[in-house]
Every structure is written in C-alpha cells, then in structure tokens.
C-alpha cells in the first residue's frame, strides 16, 4: 500500500463497539464486501483499507484513522471523495473529519495556481487583506448589476463576485451580463486607476461552463467563481487545470455543514483542487459555523501544505462594515472580506459605503 | 411568478420563531439580501421567494413550502439544487424535504429515456422484478472481473454493474475493464441464449465521461452507471441527454441520508435528469434507511409524475439470497434487486449462488 492516504472519521459509537465499525468503515470505504470472500493477495494486503488508530474523543465519540490505498484515487478529484466518503455518507453516525493527502497525490493536483500572493497582485494589493463585494440580487438585468458594479469598483473594492444565484438565466445570461459588467469596471479602471476585478459565477455541466470561460476570456475577465459540489469536484479541478492562468474562487454552496468538516472540504480539498479563494460562512452571521470551525478552516487554507500556495480565507456572509476590525483581528491579514448585502442595503450612498469598508480594512491593514 | 416551483423544507424550530426562519429561509434561497433594500419592483414581486404554509409536524419540527421562481433555474440541474438548498444546506437546522418542479421544467429534463421498461426490454425480462450483481474488489485486473462477470451471466443475472469504487485505476484502466468484460458477457450470450449487460461505472469530469462512454459503446455496452453526487447534477444530466440511447444507472455514493431526503433526492431528482435505475441502500442491510424511506423512495421512483418514464428502484446494501422473498414482497415486482457481496462470498459457487438467486426472483414474480 502506498502510504500516505488517510481518511478521519469522527464515528458517534460505544466502546464496545467501536473496533467493530471502525473496521467495516474500512471495508465500505475500499472493497465493499466480506474481506474472508476475497481470494487476491494483493487486494488483501495492498487494497483492503486498515484503520491504524482509534481515539476516544468525547463520551461516545471516536476518531478513527483509516489508511487507504492512494492507487484506488488514481488522479480524479471525484474517485478522492468517493475512497475518502462515497458510501459513509450515507451512514448518519460518521463525519469525516479530515484526510491526509501523500505528496504525489497532492502534487498530481497541485492546489492553486495562483493563490493569496497572486489575488494580491492581480488587483495592486501590497500585503493586506483584500476587499470583496457580491453582485445581487438575481433577477435584475446585466445594466442593472453592472451600475451595481460600478458602484462597487468606484468605491475601490477589489473583487466584485457574482451573487452565486446568478447563473445562465434568461433574465441575465452569462454572456450578456460579462458583456455589461466587464466593460464597465475597466471603464472605472481608466477614470481612477483603480482596478476592481469581476469574477462571473459559472453554472451548468462542463461543456457549459467551458464556454462561459470563453465568454470571460473574450472580455478580459482573469478570476471566476464556482461551487464545486454542484459543479462536481472534478468538473472543477478540470476547469483550474486547462485554465491556469485564471483564479478561480470556490463557492460554499451544498458544500453542507456537518458531513464532511469544512475545514476539510473547503480549506483543504477545495484549496487542492486549485481554488485561489474560498468563501466560506463566517461566524455570528447568517450560518451556524462557528469561531473554532472557521479558524481552523482559515487555517488550512493557508498552511504550508505540500509546497501548494495559499488559498484565501474569504468569510462572509451576514457581515457588515462595524465588524470589519473584529474580522481583521480574528483572520489576520491574509484574507479577504466579503460585505455584499450590508453593502447594497446602503442603495444610493453604495459607492461611500463601500469606500468605508475598503477604508476600514486598509487602515486596519497597514496599522 | 410562473407557478409551480416549491421547495419543501423540515425545520427544526419552536412555534415563536418558526415564522422569522421560514422567510430567512425563502430569502437565503432566493436573492441572498436583505428584502428591503431591494428596488426593482420585477424582483420583489417575481424572484423573492415567498413562504407558502407552515406546518408543525413534531414537537419542534416544522414544515416549511417555500415557492421559488422557475425562472432563477433556468434548465440547469446545477441550478435546480442551488436554489432548492445550496446555501441553506449550510444551516443545519433544515432539511430538504421534498420539491415541487412545475411541468414545463420537468419536461425539460425528460427523465428516464428507458426507464423501467426499457430496461426489461434489454434483457428480455417481462413483467417481472430484475437482477443484479457488482463486480468487485476494486483492485482486481480486467481479466479477474471478466471472470467474475462470466459466471454471474452464466448464473443468468440480468445486469453486472461495476463497484461504484471502479474507477480509471492503473490496475484496471476502464478501457481495459470494458474489453475485457463485454465480449465475455457476449460470449456467454452466443453460448446461452441469456444476455446479461454489463453496466460499467463512470467517473472523473464530463469529459473523461464522455471518453467512457466513446470506448463503451465500441464494445456495445448500451448501459453505464453514474455517482452524480459526485459527477454534478448537471454532468450526470447532459451525459443522459447525449445519449439518448443508453441506459443510466444512479449510483448514491456521496448522497447522504439526512440533509436531502433520499426519496426526493434519489427518487425523484435522480429520475428526473435521466436515471433508468436508482441504486439505493436497502433498509436492514449495513445502511440505515428505514423501511418508511425505502418505500417512499421506490414510490417516488415509480409514481405518475409529469408523464415520465418510472426509474427502477434498485435495493441494495448487505443484500442475501434470503431475502428475497421478503424483499419482492415489499417492493413487488417494478424493482431490481441487487446483490453482490453475498453471492461473491460463495466463491467457487459462483454460478450456483447467482442462478438460485435469479430462481428466486423469477419463481416469486411469476407466482
């Protein structure tokens, strides 16, 4: 067995029975059948997964350490979550917790291709936090959200994202809206210098999201955004992989709270798959994340990690100007904050508010 | 407001607050801001959703409809789930429950293009339960799980599936896999008289899909399986529409049980982007659906609902010869049982084991 790849579990069981489930853990998550019918030495000893550890976590909580065989991902981002949870998913007494990923593995997807250092560049950012804004509500046409992104970019903020609601409808469709929205944040560019960059929300299968990015690319647009459990983990990582030159943000959405830890699946396996950013719900807003989950995801957004870049902490949700200090000082400099509706609500003084919030953060930043 | 899309939600809340968190809800779902600061009178009148009942159903429990705009879908099964439950599935107070998708949109995707009888059809069965049995261990070569698909043919099953774990792995390439496992299966046949087909596994992103399905039907496989949990919705979805002449098998890997209700999710959103046959875990076997969820399930795969074809229900999980009596009696005859595990465990019995299987099923269907 190549060492290396690992899954952790957190599995709600007794004592008595913990060795036992932790092992058919195992079997699920590998041969999928009674290990004494199989009759293939190399499968026994190279294919079955192990559970190497067992570790009592709370009362009736156990974390269980299975080892797999790195062979059985081959280089599919889908293949990784299906060995790490395909069918444990459906067993509603196990989260996964956190997974160890070897370094051919990791190095196989490589992680961002861009990351903090180049989301800072891209938009003239020294070393402070960066700036995000959301385009919404859907429903609205392209002029409309492109007045909206005018605002935002006048305001000075760096990223102006598509609400993740905007998707190819006939009210706004993809091609119309960069058509309206790029222009019109590069048009702000040439009157200030100050470059606000759009990044388009992707939808639909591959085929369609690869001809949104022909459409992006047409209209100079270098950073897009997807949702990679609705995309499919390997449509994304596709995406990052023939586009490298792009940035791609990671959306939160059906990524779920309690299944798979987000400090997992966002912070780590969003951050291999190639994301630069992953949004990412704060705590004390809308979400239920909390204080310990999103530090921990920030964290593994941004650990040294097998020689892969930084992926950007990018909380939002439900936050608001008064809470940009409070922000700053739990996620550091290295990230990037994301106000949208707080933002909006503020109507016709958008471009002041907005200007308050990039104010805010930069006077944070530099203090 | 064209009528017709609804999202049903169980939310864990007491009385005094139900209220407020059904219109968080209808927001987060719809526009993602806050209502009043929205201005355009199209938006607030069409795409705002708006809570249509509440009502309690347990003790802290409620149901919550939530009428969403088709529009916002545009004809993306991506989107279809987005706005049903993308940021929301973050909150873990709520549940999707159930969906209702107006008859234009539900044509739109079609559903099964073969669906139960098709499937019948293709291997000669008339109006009786199918069977089916997986190939596994992953780990095994080509020519190991061709020998292994020989025998379950010769048993007389209807259809072999790949394990959802059999991938495009080094130790058996799917192109490999398929020419080794189609002629063997069509050798029996020419030897027999009895077809079985072979339902090879997809995976990686659409365009490694694309390139299965290429090397598929070379070797005349007319049927494949796919995780779309893990493919993406609109991946499994544009796969169906682009062969119209192959079977789809959906596979629940990475479904879950208990943020999505299996019935909804795996009955009905699986049938309606295209799936012939639903795999899902059996109750009483290693998975924890109960005997309330699997009927629910095979009834929504089954129902009249907007002209559709019916997607088979296909029972699996910890599944034995056993039984099967018990099982037809509770699913009738418009299902597919499938057994693997059990059957590879006799060994050497292989054929044997598989034939008395497809005996039990045929001597309870025709009795």
Redesign the interface.
């Known amino acids: 067995m190549s060492p290396g790849l690992e899954a952790v579990y957190r599995v709600r069981a007794d004592a008595s029975s913990i060795e036992d489930r932790a092992r058919?853990i195992a079997v699920?998550q590998?041969?999928?059948?009674?290990v004494?019918?199989?009759?293939?030495e190399?499968?026994l000893s190279?294919?079955?997964a192990r559970v190497v550890a067992i570790e009592q976590r709370d009362v009736g909580t156990f974390e269980v350490r299975v080892a797999l065989?790195a062979?059985?991902?081959?280089r599919?981002p889908?293949?990784l979550?299906?060995?790490l949870?395909?069918?444990t998913?459906?067993?509603?007494?196990v989260v996964l917790h956190d997974a160890e990923i070897p370094g051919e593995l990791a190095r196989s997807f490589g992680g961002p291709r861009h990351g903090l250092h180049g989301l800072r560049e891209k938009v003239g950012a020294r070393d402070r936090a960066l700036t995000c804004s959301a385009l919404?509500?859907?429903?609205?046409p392209p002029e409309?959200l492109a007045a909206l992104a005018e605002k935002f970019a006048r305001g000075g903020v760096d990223y102006v994202k598509d609400?993740?609601?905007l998707?190819?409808?006939?009210?706004s469709p993809f091609a119309a809206r960069v058509a309206a929205i790029a222009p019109a944040l590069r048009a702000v560019e040439q009157a200030t210098g100050r470059a606000a960059r759009y990044v388009p929300s992707l939808?639909?299968?591959?085929?369609?999201m690869r001809r949104q990015v022909a459409v992006a690319r047409e209209f100079g647009v270098d950073a897009l955004m997807v949702?990679p459990m609705?995309?499919?983990?390997?449509?994304f990582?596709?995406l990052v992989r023939d586009n490298p030159d792009l940035a791609f943000f990671a959306h939160?959405?059906?990524?779920?709270?309690?299944?798979i830890a987000p400090p997992l699946l966002i912070g780590k396996l969003f951050r291999l798959f190639g994301a630069d950013a992953v949004v990412f719900?704060n705590y004390g807003g809308?979400?239920?994340?909390s204080p310990e989950i999103c530090r921990a995801l920030a964290r593994a957004a941004l650990a040294d990690w097998q020689g892969m870049r930084p992926s950007v902490p990018t909380p939002a949700g439900g936050m608001s100007l008064e809470r940009v200090p409070e922000m700053l000082d739990f996620y550091g400099k290295d990230t990037m904050l994301l106000i949208?509706?707080?933002l909006?609500?503020?109507?016709e003084r958008l471009v002041e508010a907005t200007a308050a919030f990039v104010a805010a953060v930069e006077r944070h930043g530099h203090g």
């Open positions: 058919a699920e590998s041969v999928e059948m009674p004494e019918a199989i009759e293939d190399t499968v190279s294919i079955v065989a062979e059985t991902v081959g599919d889908g293949q979550i299906n060995m949870f395909g069918n998913s459906i067993h509603d007494d919404k509500p859907q429903g609205l409309r609400d993740h609601g998707a190819d409808q006939a009210y939808s639909g299968d591959l085929v369609s949702a609705i995309a499919g983990l390997a449509g990582h596709r939160p959405a059906l990524a779920g709270a309690s299944r719900p809308r979400f239920g994340y949208g509706g707080a909006l609500a503020e109507r």
